[in-house]
């Protein structure tokens, strides 16, 4: 199994893109932390795991209100397990689809803390624990707009990109070795944020989280040691399959 014994955290793992990951790591033989807003959510993810055998630990906890608990968050983590070994930073929200000149400044600053802040402040936060593993590799969940601003897409399009820079920085301080931080971008895929964004749309058309997720296999295993600071999209690597199936 790829990612035998390895621990990892994906947030936003209670739906979604997050979901389809954290059961895709634990089939490969993680140990998987399922963090995020909805205790129900986390706790359905983790029966669909441990039915399959899988491990995993919920911890219930809302990006936009309570960073204040990461730390608190971070020493669990540190007794029970150790070290860290991957970092899904996945979680996130839309916002409306408004032009600028309309944008609601609350939702605006709510955007930011969920979907730059609060990855920002896991990831230093949990720095010491991630050093302590041999091949430490954190994921941050990016979008198409991250790196083209696109009309009506206000505060999670620049929130997107922020996130894309903020990786560059990351990977740019840690250069050779120690831990490597890189983008996904997941492209459009059948989940709810998906629907909500595109009510119109027949989902049956969309990859599904599933489908996207091997790519996350692919960036927290041994085999992308040497991958730092890059931008990988999801839709690349659909068809990838584990190397003991002829990579
Ligand atoms: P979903 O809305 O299905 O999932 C988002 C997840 O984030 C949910 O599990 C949600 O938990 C969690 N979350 C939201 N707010 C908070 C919070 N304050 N605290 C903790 N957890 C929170 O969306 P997707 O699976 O589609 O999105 C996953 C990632 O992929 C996002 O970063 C998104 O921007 C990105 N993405 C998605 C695309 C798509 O087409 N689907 C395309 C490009 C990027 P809860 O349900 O409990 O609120």
Redesign the pocket.
Known sequence: MILQDKIALV??????????VAELFAQEGAWVIL????QS??EETSDRITQRGGRATIVP??????LNRVPEVAKALYERFGHLDTLV??????GTLTPLDHYDTILWE?VM???VT?PFFLTRELMPLLKKSPNASVIN?????AFQGRAFWGA?AAS?AALANMTETWAGENPRQGVRCNTV??????????R??YPGEDPAT?PT?QE?ARVFLYLASDFATDIRGQHLNARDWMTWRQPTDGL
């Open positions: 947030t936003g793992s209670g739906s979604g893109i997050g979901q389809a963090l995020g807003r909805t959510k986390l906890l809302d990006l936009e209100n309570s930073n996945n979680a996130g929200i839309l709510q803390r969920v979907n609060a969940v990016v979008s198409t707009v999670y997107k971008n997941p492209g459009a895929t059948r989940t709810a944020m998906r909500t964004a969309l989280p996207v």
